[in-house]
């Protein structure tokens, strides 16, 4: 079994290695010829163009596009729609609108040709560590796709079983991939799963700034505190509640650089996080921690929004209050 | 009937004036004598220091002190348990912690003097628009300072009577001053006020930041507007749900410069909002609204806080994230 | 001049009152023949349907459609699409979405016909108090309405002149009406109205729960206030920087019972508050306060939610904690 | 090495248990005489009170204290500090205020006693799992005491090593206890770790919620996913971004009942995040994350609360609004 990899970028590269240490092949193009010569350099079979990949493939036909969300990805799925033929499949890996998974799996079905949304996570450490992957679409290119997926995923042996979890269950979660539903689940399934990582962050991150802090000359003499704050979150990460991936990886950051000094605080934000609140609206439930996290990032951002200055300018004119400092 | 006023700054100075307007005199003194000697001028009686001034009163004395919460209030109050006679009056008319407030009456209780602790609404406006009073401590020094209290207030005309309400009832409320019950009332009830005060300030800031972005280029551009933020408030102010005395004085402030380019966006907060979200943990009330809009003033005042490079060094960690620009 | 009305709700048939007692006149129309025989018993002209409204109006023709947001102006709209003529203009003076104005706009403006987007704002109230309007569309037919305007806003004098207001500028919004800009302006600036009144709402909310719970036996004992609400409002309606129109109405509902037991605490929320979230999103603007305000409603309609119950299981798996009572 | 230990519940008992493993014995006292009995049983010493336990140790002696915050450990400590000796040292392991620790500290300090504030997490996981320590007081104590730290102390095998940190740093944190400080910074690091925790599952709470929902017939028909949550979370275990120890106990909560219908959704809160809301507001470090979550977990208690009347009544009472349902 081989499959084609359209983008070769930090996720879609690593995709393809990850496949080949299994021994599974693929033909693979990026708009970048250097990328798609490191890869062949690496034993994978290049292609000149969508065209040129979708010819050198066996029917059925598995295409996986690796694209940022948005106009890359809508652009190469409406050219494979002419490319490809009944009964092969192509897979959006990226992060994409779960709407415009519907709407896609449904260009494409009309055509005779089927679609994967697989919401993909695990970053520049995917390589190494395995995806996890989220799937939306219909189950029998996911059963027929299963050796793919099973090698990419991280493997049952990368966690503890998980007690009480019935035997008889869908095999697949425990390997780190899981069949969400028809199309749109994937990528809604990741959007959340993102819209997560993002509010644990934040948690993260406050309560980091809380214990930085701790010996703030903003607070009485007899009650400031010098924190190790990167012994702190080497000691959590065992045995404590809030042991996670992202706090090793945060003790890792800190044991580089405890006052993380290389950094300006500016945050960025994918569409996920954006999406996920209105889907919280959209089905009336209460995020605050998710639309707390994300207003932090957009705030980060800033310097003296219009906000803030109307804020002075109301204190001002109330209370003849001017601005600190 | 006269007071002792202690403490001429952007307050208590207007304070004097508007008993005066009443007929109500008043000895006055503040550390610096440039200001008692300005409402000398301006007839009241100054005082040399705290002794003098209670010298100068006839028993039964009201002393009210309108210094900066803290320590000049704890010292003011300290020194008049000394000076001070059975059947006298200490008053805070600052904006005290309202546990302090409940301190404080029983340290002067112990000597047979009341206190009263009065929340004072009105700012730099209150000497034209009268004063809205919140009041804590007994009944029996309230009712003997209702002339003073009455003049201080508003006054029933300044707003439309509330329909169905008991005409039997207290009617010291429609003139805008409450007694709100015993020591510590006064100045509790002032917290919520200002913590409410920060929640509507946010809500009209965040509100006023959409409309001024409704253009920004971060949009699409058939979805760009470019809105009449000044004219838009002004508007508001008639018939809308959001009429309010902050919303006037946000049209003001837009009417003399739409962009606030005055201000860096850099906002001070007091100590009320923050206690009313001690007192909102305290009794176990969520309180999302009045917590956000005083984390926003924190936000203001900081750079590149360590929360936020925590979040950029786990996006770099995880998925190879530069910051954004 | 006279124009027509659809939609004889609480909105649409005060807003035929209020134009009369300025001598406008109305053909009037709403699917309930009651509601148009009512209507007329008061002078308008009843209508049977919307071609005869159409047809009893003189070019150039102005139709105000004021319904449910959503499939009812829709389907009114496109009907009028084919019955006016150029140079007419339909309304829209619901809660509509700003982004559905501008495409109104488009599909009106293709066949001639003008189209303005007004948000209206004063509920019950504006019939006596006069409505704030915020208007998007072509200048030409907002300054050829401008009588119609006049006579459904409130009015100049209902609230003091701004200080500082340049003498020279548009003197519409002083007396309650603005042009906001082109279609989508309209709806946008209500949008963030009705957010910004959300916002307050809430802040008032948690205002009133924190005096309410004063008394709490969640509290040590000697820190229990036993506050009386409804006069803390009434006072703070004259003098404080609380005093706005939302406090009046909040005074006057404890006025008339100040537990408020007649309600549930279910609280409503139409796609205004939604919409601002979502455009806080698309312009990447934090606006904590009014999502906050806006997940208060969903959560008030909540029983036992799902996220409570995760948080619950998480508790005991982690601890052994049962979940209290 | 041996210790006396006072109180023996759910932490208490497993702390002696997982002592013993490592060949270090406890004399235990617990007011439940059964619960002594039971670890007498199982090789523990009793005592028959706090003195008998004193004398039965030897010295320099070790008392952890494992009582619940508040009342039960003051009072212990404080009989303690009339039973040991200069030299000795007190230990309070449970969920205490750190500003307690700092007054505890001084109180045994004035006696000679040293004091240690230890925040132990891990739970009912900790005696198989081991217990992450953090830990505030003299280093001469902590230092005496390694045997016993590193003997609850999960162990630095527990965890893959961070890469780049220092090989020559303090051993103990890898080991998965920390030195924090002096005394009460350990609890102030433990309380700060309590408040990520909620953070953290407040994040993954509402997303659980955003799936579940994800079939609400709130959406429109064809934008409906039926996910399955328990599978979802099973997978997300291994190489997603959010994978931690929360997300194992929820995976293994959502297979044992997948509805969770085992729990009403009241939420519980100790007084640790509620304490870091505290510490926020203090240090002025917005903490939007940390109060949503504790807020939910509020709110999660209440039904009808006042806040949501007022804003039924507000919404009745300028648009004629009824509540829903």
Known sequence: ???????????????VRRLARAGIGAVVWDRD????????????????????LVRRLEAPRTVWVMLP???????????????LAPGDVAIDGGNGMWKDAIR?????RAKGIDFLDIGTSGGVW???????????????????LDPVLAALAPGEGTAAPTPGRDP??????????????????????????NAIEYGMMQAMAEGLELLQQAGS??????????????DITEAWRRGSVVASWLLDLTAQALAADGELSGYTG???DSGEGRWAVQAAIDSAVPAPVLSAALYARFRSRQDGPFADRALSAMRNAFGGHLEPR
Chains 1, 2, 3, 4 share one sequence.
């Open 1 to 15: 079994m081989r499959l084609g990899m359209v983008g070769l970028g930090r996720m879609g590269g690593n995709l």
């Open 126 to 144: 995917g390589l190494a560590r395995g995806y996890c992957l989220m799937i939306g679409g219909p189950e029998a290119q996911v059963a027929r």
């Open 217 to 230: 000359d903003r607070l009485p003499e007899d009650q400031r505190l010098d924190l190790p704050v990167p």
């Open 168 to 193: 008889a269950g869908d095999p697949r979660p425990p390997r780190g991939y899981v069949h969400c539903g028809p199309n749109g689940a994937g990528h809604f399934t990741k959007m959340v799963h």
């Open 104 to 108: 896609r799996a449904a260009m494409l």
């Open 266 to 268: 500016r945050v960025g």
């Open 33 to 52: 010829p250097a990328a798609v010569a490191a890869l062949a350099a690496e034993g994978a079979e290049g292609a000149s163009g969508l065209a040129d």
């Open 69 to 83: 969300a948005g106009e890359a990805t809508e652009a190469a799925l409406a050219e494979l729609a002419g490319l």
